[in-house]
């Protein structure tokens, strides 16, 4: 699968961006796909997942109330809605999938797309 990421953009604190993830190939129920951020001096780390075929949704601590992950099974695509941007969640995005399920690690993660640049300014 080749996952190509896109939506992000410039924002003012407290505005919105869409996130999209477009898959190219097969995504089966049991896969897991999520939305990582890399923030310069830190980590990658995770943000928001999504069981593909069930629909059930996870989300950092630091994201929860904000962002809304959801899928689209007809398109082979992933979203990030993400709400009441601070200039904190500034960073590259990437998506990405695991084929063995749920983790919030990066590195249990087979496939990843390229990144999308997130900025929000204060």
């Known amino acids: 699968v080749q996952l190509q990421a896109s939506g992000g953009g410039l924002v003012q604190a407290g505005g919105s961006l869409r996130l999209f993830c477009a898959a190219s190939?097969?995504?089966?129920?049991?896969?897991?796909m999520g939305w990582f951020r890399q923030i310069p001096g830190k980590e990658r780390e995770f943000v928001a997942g999504?069981?593909?075929?069930?629909?059930?949704?996870y989300y950092s601590d630091f994201v929860k109330g904000r962002f809304t992950i959801s899928r689209d099974g007809s398109r082979n695509t992933v979203y990030l809605q993400m709400n009441s941007l601070k200039p904190e969640d500034t960073g590259l995005y990437f998506c990405?999938?695991?084929?063995?399920?749920?983790?919030?690690?990066?590195?249990?993660?087979?496939?990843w797309g390229q990144g999308t640049l997130v900025t929000v300014s204060s």
């Open positions: 190939g097969r995504i089966f129920s049991s896969h897991f």
């Open positions: 990405a999938r695991a084929r063995r399920g749920y983790s919030t690690t990066p590195r249990e993660y087979e496939d």
């Open positions: 999504i069981r593909w075929g069930v629909g059930n949704t």
